[in-house]
Nanobody, 125 residues
């Protein structure tokens, strides 16, 4: 069974940090563009960040730029999202997604081939 599994979410104080992981099983991420998305209660799912196959190119939503860092380790079949200086508005379920092929920019969520189940991030005092 082909799947992506996110981990690393939890409850943190404002200003704190979390590192999310997205690990693939049943297939290799070596040929996939990866995106991170999030969905807060009552809101639409939105793009957070994306990374190229080699990890040489990354993009971020303005709301997280300078605070979040996406990276990947293809040997471990894993993509990471380091989240620093977390704010209450970052509270959401975070999802990773994989799309086969080479893309220079983040692509819309409906174009992704595989999705994880999501991991909850809650930022609260």
């Amino acid at each position: 069974q082909l799947q992506l599994v996110e981990s690393g979410g939890g409850l943190v104080r404002p200003g704190g940090s979390l590192r999310l992981s997205c690990t693939a099983s049943g297939f290799s991420l070596n040929y996939y563009h990866i995106g991170w998305f999030r969905q807060a209660p009552g809101k639409e799912r939105e793009g957070v960040s994306c990374i190229s196959i080699s990890g040489g190119s990354a993009n971020y939503a303005d709301s997280v730029k300078g605070r979040f860092t996406i990276s990947r380790d293809n040997a471990k079949n894993t993509v990471y999202l380091q989240m620093n200086s977390l704010k209450p508005d970052d509270t959401a379920v975070y999802y990773c997604a994989a799309k086969l092929g080479v893309f220079g920019q983040c692509v819309v969520l409906r174009e992704y081939d595989y999705w994880g189940q999501g991991t909850q991030v809650t930022v609260s005092s």
